[in-house]
């Protein structure tokens, strides 16, 4: 299948590289090898098999899959996706897949492998390393486009998974939603154009500082650790024991335990326990729920008890949390600003 869109616009006889799909499952085209992938989910859970290990993923989500990956679901439950095909020549004439594979860009891509480096330092680092530009002003406009496609390229890894809080999943829906319409609509001759804008928005966007720490990079060897991982993300809401944990995959404590102290040097229940502070300062961080109702969302029905775990693990209080993040986003917006003008 041709992942292309044809304009249906009298007078308009092109295409675009990109294309539009929403069902029930996963794509059948996912493996194609002439596009990159970005897939929104709302709801459900995963299990991907990544090069002999295991990746269990909660939604909501957005996932980023280059052309080189294999991608296999191993099992998924209640999962619904929104699909957006696109070549990187939307992005820049010049980045052919054959192109950006043959290493003719490596000097641009290499240079943002690091994916704890501001943009501000990615460019020094390039200047640093000794890369002189022919055209200067070409080269760098070269490098700034390529940072939109580093998910596409991050070390070792072929697929990028984030979490999304529910704001989050709203804003990257409309996208999806916006560029669902110009697809399927073409309302007049500038389809095209607002297309690759909102393409642009969704990769300028998760590049951003912000969906650092959102990434789901926890790959397990053990299957039954991923499957158990994946009934934690799937009920961590819920009041989960280690009792409903055994009855529901037919195993004993110490079965559960050893695979668990094998894999990720903790139990099954501390690993719940961090699952849960580690999504409690995510929302603490850029939701808008309040300590009550994250506390709730979270798994943890008393605050009280929930501020004493969550002050175990952080040494803060919620409130004290939130407090210090909202200090150093406002002093790195600061910063942005400063470094812009």
């Known amino acids: 299948m041709e992942l292309t869109t044809k304009s249906k616009r009298p007078g308009m006889n092109c295409s675009l590289d990109v294309f ?43 996932i980023f899959i280059n052309d080189k990956a294999e991608f296999k679901v191993v099992s998924e439950n209640d999962i619904k996706t929104r699909t957006v095909y696109f070549s990187p020549t939307v992005i820049r004439d010049e980045f052919t897949i054959e192109a950006l594979n043959s290493g003719k860009y490596d000097r641009f891509l290499n240079a943002i492998d690091d994916s704890d480096m501001t943009q501000n330092e990615k460019m020094e680092k390039l200047i640093n390393d000794d890369i002189r530009f022919e055209d200067d002003f070409s080269n760098e406009m070269i490098y700034q486009d390529a940072l939109y496609l580093q998910q596409f390229f991050m070390k070792d890894r072929d697929i990028g998974y984030f979490n999304l809080t529910l704001q989050e999943y709203n804003w990257f829906m409309r996208v999806f939603i916006s560029i669902e319409y110009e697809v399927k609509e073409q309302p007049d001759n500038f389809w095209i ?43 961590i809401y819920e009041d989960i024991t280690m009792d409903t944990v055994l009855k529901e995959f037919s195993i004993n404590k110490n079965t559960l335990n050893d695979a668990f102290n094998k894999e990720v040097s903790m139990s099954c229940m501390t690993y719940l326990e961090q699952m849960r502070i580690n999504l409690a300062k995510h929302e603490l961080r850029f939701g808008t729920h309040t300590i009550s109702e994250i506390s709730d969302g979270c798994g943890y029905r008393e605050t009280n008890y929930f501020t004493k775990v969550f002050k175990k693990y952080t040494g803060m209080t919620p409130s004290e949390y939130q407090k210090q993040m909202k200090s150093l986003d406002d002093l790195r917006t600061k910063e942005r600003t400063f470094d812009e003008d």
């Open 20 to 62: 539009y799909e929403q069902k029930d499952g996963f794509s059948d085209y996912l493996n194609d090898k002439t596009t990159y992938k970005m897939i929104l989910l709302r709801s459900g859970s995963f299990i991907v098999e990544d090069r002999g290990k295991y990746i269990s993923i909660g939604t909501p989500a957005l």
């Open 193 to 235: 154009m607002r297309i690759r804008y909102f393409i642009l928005q969704l990769l300028f966007t998760t590049s951003a500082d912000f969906y650092r720490n959102n990434r789901q990079d926890d790959i397990y060897k053990d299957p039954l650790v991923a499957r158990v991982t994946r009934y934690l993300w799937d009920n």
